[in-house]
């Protein structure tokens, strides 16, 4: 096939490989260059391949040598720059950027088969060189232990057990999980990505492999942890992902604001503990990250706003804004962006706002829609897919099935008049000294009075604002009148 034709009709990943696969061909690379990793095993699941991972057979600078020969021959080498060069691992990443034959600008990442030993606290393991079996074994997974010899595309399968835990659904090591989990904690995050993410099931041996090794958790960065929750959170089965860290002891080293939640009795409105009804919230939201995180968090201060009365009825009184308050801590802690703890920490607060208006929202006033519209801004449709997985995950009696359906009828209408993100009031602040206002908590006073009238009628004219500030300034002159009297 024509380079030409398979730009056409293959994905990019398609096109590098049948190039490599051509180019090695009669050098003495043939034969030597393995596709390895997730590429292998989507391709065994029917998928795409993606992140084009490559073991190239020889000693420790095999994967450096054929990645310099590949840049030259491209005419894209740079010294120290295309490829980058880790000397020490044995590693190196080309990009393909600005290539002579048009090929797909993508980065590829070639590294020699290697044994790695670890020492006790640290991530950088002492690198020597191997054969691909220890390649294999030193990987995460034995469904991500696969290799491609891309010459004649024929599958490896070292382990002897990842093409059949592909088929049959089974998520465990290659090597012994208390070595693969030392080596890298990590790993046990992956393990229940994967499990989640494909819906397979975590080996007897691998659970308990990581409730042994939970707390190693400990000496991973923040950041590569809060990567790895976030791809639990938004895979398809996002409860079973946090149910997993449960069990398996991870959860209390990393979100350990939990561990009160399990097994919290709420009140008749539900049937599910704080736990289980997160979950179940949690699982019934869009797989987008601000939502699911609102999901997850929006009832974690129940933990500390729980009360009982004398009659025995349980209440949490303002459990939203403690929520709000623990989800802050939570993702400042694990290196969340500001903005999206922002947008979370928001989410949870109003979860609560349209309670009150019932199954057919008949007992939520224009004026009340559009201060949420206004308030929530751009985290709208979140808060909103958020209130209706909390609804319906609450008792018979108290489920609003029909609440979110009816009031995002009724938003569509009034966002016609409104401007969330922008709130114009008819005066401000320099009008009002031109009044004869001075700058005052008064002046407050009276913007929040015409906003306050703004929110009945987004169609207050600049004389009925001008009124309002009228009155206050007849109110103000009178009770200064009276201080004289």
Known sequence: MSLKKLITESTDEEIILHFLKEKISGTEWENKVFLV?????????????????????????????????????????KLNSNPVIYPKFGTAKLSLLNNKLDLPDIELEFVAPRIEKYTSGSRNPEVSGGELIDDVMRRDLTINSLMKNIS?????????????????????????????????????LRAIRFTVKYGFDISKELLQSIQKNAEL????????????????????????????LKISGLLKHIIGEFDDAIGMRQ???????????????????????NTRLIALFHDIGKVLTKTVSPEGSVHFYGHEMESANIVKDVMRRLKYPNKLIDSVSNGVEH??????????????SDKSLRKFLNTVGDNLESILDVIHADNIAHSDESAMKNQIDIVRDRISKLDKQIDKKHLKLPINGKDLIQMGFKPSPLMGKVLTAIEDAWYDNPEITRDEAISIAKQFKLDDNINEIRKLL
Request: charged share 30%; net charge negative; proline share 4%.
């Open 37 to 77: 990793g997730g590429a292998v095993r989507d391709e065994i699941m029917g998928k795409s391949a993606k992140d084009l991972d490559f073991v190239i057979n020889g000693d420790i600078n095999s994967g450096i040598d054929f990645s310099t020969w590949l840049s030259k021959e491209l005419g894209i080498f």
């Open 152 to 188: 004649n595309d024929e599958i490896i399968d070292l382990t002897g057990n990842g093409i059949s835990d592909i088929k049959n659904g089974i998520i465990r090591t290659p090597n012994d999980s208390d070595i693969t989990f030392k080596d890298d904690p990590l790993r046990m």
């Open 217 to 244: 958790i400990n000496t991973i960065s923040n950041e590569r942890i809060k990567d790895e929750l976030n791809k639990i959170i938004t895979s398809p089965k996002p409860d079973k992902g946090i149910r997993l």
């Open 267 to 289: 009140n008749v409105h539900h049937t599910e503990d704080v736990f289980k009804h997160s979950m179940s919230v949690l699982k019934n939201t869009p797989p987008e990250l």
């Open 351 to 364: 979860h609560m706002k349209l309670k009150h208006g019932g199954d057919d929202a008949t007992k939520l």
